[in-house]
């Protein structure tokens, strides 16, 4: 299973991004999936994430500027960033929660990160 995330670059503050993850290979099923950045210097933090029922929840930082979303048909994983802040700026990690076949308990995987730049 790999997961490939892109569509991260720079911005100005106010301005808007909407990062893609798709998830491809052996998959039965992917349940949760999510969003984590890093920002220069700091842990890994949680983002967003999407469960298998379209239940969602946000970190407090960025709740009611981005929204996550998902595609089942294709396993893939949005996030649509609007009024960025430079706080935001980070290397932005997708993951997921994947069956790769009946009878398999889920495993987690990693997108390889993709940066997100906001000037001020």
């Known amino acids: 299973v790999q997961l490939q995330a892109y569509g991260g670059g720079l911005v100005q503050a106010g301005g808007s991004l909407r990062l893609s993850c798709a998830a491809s290979g052996t998959i039965f099923a992917a349940y949760v999936m999510g969003w984590y950045r890093q920002p220069p210097g700091k842990g890994r933090e949680v983002v967003a994430t999407?469960?298998?029922?379209?239940?969602?929840r946000y970190a407090d930082s960025v709740k009611g500027r981005f929204t996550i979303s998902r595609d089942y048909a294709k396993n893939t994983v949005y996030l649509q960033m609007n009024t960025l802040k430079p706080e935001d700026a980070a290397v932005y990690f997708c993951?997921?929660?994947?069956?790769?076949?009946?009878?398999?308990?889920?495993?987690?995987?990693w997108g390889q990160g993709t940066l997100v730049t906001v000037s001020s």
């Open positions: 999407i469960s298998s029922g379209g239940d969602t």
């Open positions: 993951y997921a929660d994947v069956v790769m076949r009946r009878g398999l308990a889920p495993r987690g995987y």
